[in-house]
């Protein structure tokens, strides 16, 4: 929804302002915030996989297997559990 919102104001990856509503003098840019493009590629990850440039998948099932391979307590992926 996001991308065609971007297309409908004339933003692609060239063009990243356009004209001020209010002020066609000044330029309004966009730009996409880290935090938030993090959240989405985890939130992609878990409901549609991630393809990588080799063609192997990582899907919430590869996620879960790592998770209960990563039960020691000298962890592998310490940031990375169940309650996160």
């Known amino acids: 929804m996001l991308i065609l919102d ?3 104001i004339g933003i692609t990856e060239n063009q ?3 004209k001020n509503p ?8 966009v730009f996409a915030d880290p935090p938030h493009m993090i959240k989405l590629i985890r939130n992609h990850l878990i409901d549609d996989g991630l ?7 990582i899907t919430k ?5 790592i998770l209960l391979f990563d039960q020691k307590e000298l962890r ?3 940031k ?3 309650e996160s």
């Open 6 to 8: 971007f297309l409908l």
């Open 16 to 18: 990243v302002w356009f």
């Open 22 to 29: 209010a002020n066609a003098e000044r330029a309004v840019y």
């Open 51 to 57: 393809v990588l440039s080799d063609g192997s998948t």
């Open 61 to 65: 099932e590869t996620l879960n297997e």
């Open 76 to 78: 592998l992926c310490p």
């Open 80 to 82: 990375i559990g169940v």
